[in-house]
């Protein structure tokens, strides 16, 4: 009977937060190791800022354990100590850039701005705040669907915020940044969140219409033309943001996030290829008319026709990283300058990390996606699963456009570095988005009655199934 | 619902496979690429920060790394650094590398492949990496004569140790001096650069390797090398060599030189003919042996490739499709016959190693700092371009030209020296090329040379390849006879 007791020990539900506490330190560790290493190699000593560093991440991780333990104890083990580990890097590398732009500074004989890890702390704060905001105030994701439409009317209004004249700004020829009480925000980094609340709520009443009306073709479940209303809606908002805000990325995101919902709320892949076609056709249109969408494909083509261009500034840094990187503070990243820090934060890593950092950056990412669709999959209503799924698919999204922009796989497009680039308001909306996630998969994974003894007939049932 | 978050989860997995895939290649393969660039940044400055190993003449640095104290801790210095420039190039932070510097780069600051496990120790014993040392193969006294012997003129000399390829020689003028460009003071580095890239002399080309000059005379070398080795003319064979030829489909005859015809005689043997460099007799034997037997021959002695990789000298060539005229004009080195110095010292290099001429080569070893070798150039046979016999037909010949004829000039007393002269004119307006080609002691060899002077600034009716190019080529000579 030994197999089919380990298959009933496996139904019993466990917290697991003692394992989660376990990758919470290691993810520290590595943290403060990168941080006292670069202090190590550039400034050859300890850095005197690394109390306040360790204390600062340290810290707001162990706020959020506690949280977690006590209010959503069943939530996923992984994700934590993974956000907390990529959040930690982003600031190491953060400061080393500082280090790298102080000294160049110096050398040219300009004053060095101000450094912006000490910043991206704070942010960091703020995002843990955000995060216990959320594992606290919102005991029940389902309670979410009540807000449908105005999560949906919140996701458009943030998204359109940049294009008020005197609100937004253009940066680097995207127009998706705010400027408000002289600081800089990403609302769309929020609109994320607010439409896959709003995807989900709408998929979760429509998609019985969605799936069983239509016809097929080709061997396609084809939708009814009546029923593409809202799929052109998103489409025509998507390209909007794309001609407007000058934002491939972002543009790709929201499109390709209202898709999978789509997909996994009906099962109907005809939606997936019926929306490709469309995004393709949307993009290919914009990339013959637009100057700046061209301008990123022929960077992306022929990056070093550029003299100095960024890309190949990015490339050339991370072949010179290569497999094993040159050793943190041993490269150069601050040749790339404030984009060493945001945009082409993954093409410093690749620098000094080499290869392999890169490698294992991207599984941690791989980790986040993973767990967040195992949190669904395990996820009792529809609801549910379908705001894990676009969250898990939102980081995959994200991290495939701007690591494989940065890379040279893709064009490059504005989107930020999840957890790891500097910026306050794409650094806090993935903390609300890690709450989020935390917050369906407790429910997901909490027994939903109280554990029963296990009787001989429950063993045989299991045997049975087998 | 969950048979779609299953694919989707596949999905991902592809995305990040897709990433992981791309950055491989990047990082693992295309890195070499991307590092080899002369726009990368990174790659450059952290060069400038290693200690660059030293260009050698025998045991004599005209090269090397001093410690700095400004931002780069190493400054490239050259000693004579004109003298030796055409060989060494440069290395520059922002005009890149030329010559050895840049072809031995990697050797040079010691990331060769060759060397990855010298690195792996210095990584281990936290030793700073240091580049391996490039000897040359250069005489340090035939360089100097050669230089100092083409002041206050244009144009080039290249000397080849004939038994082995080894390049002995390699100056051109005008040359300028590479410590300005490897200067860390950048804007000097950029005045200088301008100045030397629009002079009027320009000061930065590569005279002797990389440049194409008209052979002339000396070009009838390889016409009479041809003629011996068709089994159809012997050094008696008399040719035609009026003082006027008439060519086939053309009413522009080929003249001699001097307007009469060759050594008195209307037919003079194939000897007097290169004796009096008698345009019309070679004309002759290039009309009687077509164009094609004068490329093969030519071919053989090295044109129509391109040598000496370590500088990336120009391949000489020989016109692809001439016609009846033309090959007449292109036997005695005029038309589009274009040749480098270099290539027309390799044709003597051959004739005085018995017919087999070496492949050129300039670097002898190279050595890490701890004078382990890491490689050293054994002499290499590149074609047999005459038997030896017609090696010793056309060797006496060549000191007849010295001993009797126009390269009187170049001859050095108590040693035979076998040459060849040449003057060839491309338009009216400009000078002709003055050319010396040698080789001595003509029965054991030691070294062959070759003078082209561009612009000697002298009235043009006095330019001849003897009185202008051969003593300069005698200089040379005895600077490594001498030793």
Not at chain 2, 255 to 267: A, Q
Not at chain 2, 454 to 482: Q, S, W
């Amino acid at each position: 009977m030994s197999i089919a007791s380990t298959s009933v020990v496996q139904i019993i539900p466990r917290t697991r937060r003692g394992v989660e506490l376990l990758l919470l330190i290691i993810a520290i560790v590595v943290s403060v190791g990168a941080y006292v290493n670069i202090g190590i190699t550039v400034q050859d000593k300890v850095p005197a800022s690394t109390g306040y560093y360790a204390a600062g991440i340290g810290l707001l991780a162990l706020i959020a354990h506690f949280a977690l333990r006590f209010r959503a104890p069943y939530a996923d083990p992984v994700l934590l100590p993974c956000a907390v580990v990529l959040n930690g890097l982003g600031v190491a590398m953060i400061h080393r850039v500082d280090l790298g732009m102080a000294a160049a500074a110096e050398a040219a004989g300009r004053d060095p701005r101000s450094p912006a890890a000490p910043q991206q702390i704070t942010w960091t704060a703020v995002g843990i705040v955000l995060f216990l905001a959320v594992i606290l105030l919102i005991r029940d994701h389902r309670r979410l669907q009540a807000l449908t439409y105005t999560a949906g009317l919140a996701g458009l209004v943030l998204l359109v915020l940049p294009l008020i004249p005197g609100l937004g700004v253009n940066i680097n020829g995207a127009q998706i940044w705010v400027r408000l009480l002289g600081m800089s925000f990403q609302p769309g980094e929020f609109a994320k969140l607010f439409l896959v609340v709003f995807f989900a709520g709408y998929l979760v009443v429509k998609r019985d219409v969605l799936t069983l009306a239509g016809h097929r073709f080709l061997g396609l479940d084809l939708p009814r033309a009546r029923d593409l209303g809202p799929i052109l809606i998103a489409w025509a908002v998507s390209l909007g943001v794309l001609v407007f805000e000058k934002d491939l990325g972002s543009s790709l995101l929201f499109f390709g996030l209202f898709l999978i919902l789509l997909y996994v709320s009906t099962e109907r892949a005809g939606w997936l290829i019926i929306g490709g076609l469309l995004f393709a056709g949307g993009a290919f249109f914009a990339s013959q008319t637009f100057g700046h969408v061209q301008k990123r494909v022929d960077d992306w083509l022929h990056p070093f026709n550029e003299v100095g261009g960024q890309v190949a500034t990015a490339l050339m840094g991370q072949a010179w990283g290569g497999v094993l990187g040159r050793g943190l503070g041993q490269g150069r990243p601050e040749v790339l300058g404030f984009y060493g820090q945001s945009d082409f934060i993954i093409s410093s890593f690749g620098e000094e990390l080499g290869l392999t950092g890169l490698m294992a950056i991207i599984l941690i990412y791989t980790l986040i996606v993973e767990r967040g669709l195992r949190t669904a999959l395990g996820c009792r209503d529809v609801f549910g699963k379908l705001i894990a799924t676009g969250l898990a698919m939102s980081f995959a999204l994200q991290v495939f456009v701007i690591i494989g922009g940065v890379t040279g796989l893709i064009p490059l497009t504005g989107l930020a570095t999840p957890f790891m680039a500097l910026g306050g308001t794409s650094l806090v909306a993935n903390w609300a988005i890690i709450a989020l996630l935390l917050r369906i998969s407790d429910q997901a994974r909490r027994p939903q009655t109280p554990a029963a003894p296990v009787s001989d007939e429950t063993i045989a049932m299991a045997v049975q199934k087998q | 619902m969950n048979s779609a978050i299953r694919r989707l989860a596949v999905a991902a997995i592809i995305l990040m496979l897709a990433l992981m895939a791309n950055s491989t290649y990047l990082q693992a393969f295309r890195a070499g690429d991307l590092n080899a660039r002369n726009d990368n940044r990174r790659v450059r400055d952290s060069q400038f920060s290693v200690d660059r190993g030293p260009i050698l003449i025998g045991s004599t640095p005209v090269a090397q790394s001093k410690p700095s104290t400004d931002r780069f801790q190493f400054q490239r210095t050259y000693a004579a650094g004109p003298v030796y420039a055409p060989v060494t190039g440069f290395y520059s932070y922002l005009y890149g590398r030329a010559g050895i510097e840049l072809t031995q780069n990697a050797e040079l600051n010691g990331s060769d492949p060759s060397m990855a496990f010298r690195r792996v120790i210095d990584v281990i014993t936290n030793r700073r990496q240091q580049g391996a040392s490039v000897t040359l193969t250069l005489n340090a006294a035939a360089q100097q004569a050669a230089y100092a012997g083409l002041a206050g003129k244009t144009g080039a000399v290249v000397a080849i140790e004939p038994k082995t390829g080894r390049v002995l020689a390699l100056a051109t003028r005008p040359s300028y001096d590479p410590n300005r460009l490897a200067s860390h003071d950048l804007n000097d580095v950029s005045a200088a650069w301008k100045e030397l890239t629009e002079a009027p002399g320009k000061p930065m080309s590569n005279r002797a390797v990389k440049e194409l000059y008209p052979p002339g005379s000396t070009f009838k070398l390889v016409t009479a090398a041809a003629a011996l080795s068709s089994g159809k003319y012997t050094p008696e064979t008399k040719v035609h060599s009026p003082a006027e030829l008439p060519l086939p489909q053309t009413t522009v005859p080929l003249v001699n030189e001097n307007g009469r015809n060759c050594g008195g005689s209307d037919n003079a043997t194939l000897t007097v003919a290169l004796r009096n460099s008698c345009n019309t007799a070679f004309g002759t034997i290039g009309l009687d042996l077509k164009a094609d037997a004068l490329r093969e021959q030519a071919a053989k002695f090295g044109f129509g490739e391109r040598q000496l990789p370590e500088l990336g000298a120009v391949a000489s060539r020989f016109p692809a499709d001439p016609n009846e005229p033309q090959t007449a004009q292109s036997a005695i080195g005029q038309f589009d016959v274009q040749a480098t110095p270099l290539q027309m010292a390799m044709v003597a290099a051959g004739i005085a190693n018995k017919g087999e001429v070496m492949k050129p080569y300039l670097v002898q070893n190279v050595k890490t700092h701890d004078l382990k070798t890491v490689s050293e150039t054994k002499p290499e046979s590149l074609h047999q371009a005459v038997t030896p016999e017609v090696a010793a037909q056309l060797t006496q010949m060549m000191v007849d030209v010295v001993a009797n004829g126009t390269g009187k000039p170049g001859r050095i007393s108590g040693v035979q020296v076998a040459g060849k002269t040449g003057t060839a004119q491309t338009s009216p307006e400009r000078p002709p090329f003055a050319w010396f080609t040698a080789f001595a002691p003509a029965d054991d060899p030691k070294i062959a040379v070759a003078v082209m002077i561009e612009d000697a600034n002298i009235p043009r009716n006095d330019i001849a390849g003897g009185t202008l190019a051969a003593p300069i080529a005698k200089r040379v000579m005895e600077a490594v006879l001498g030793q």
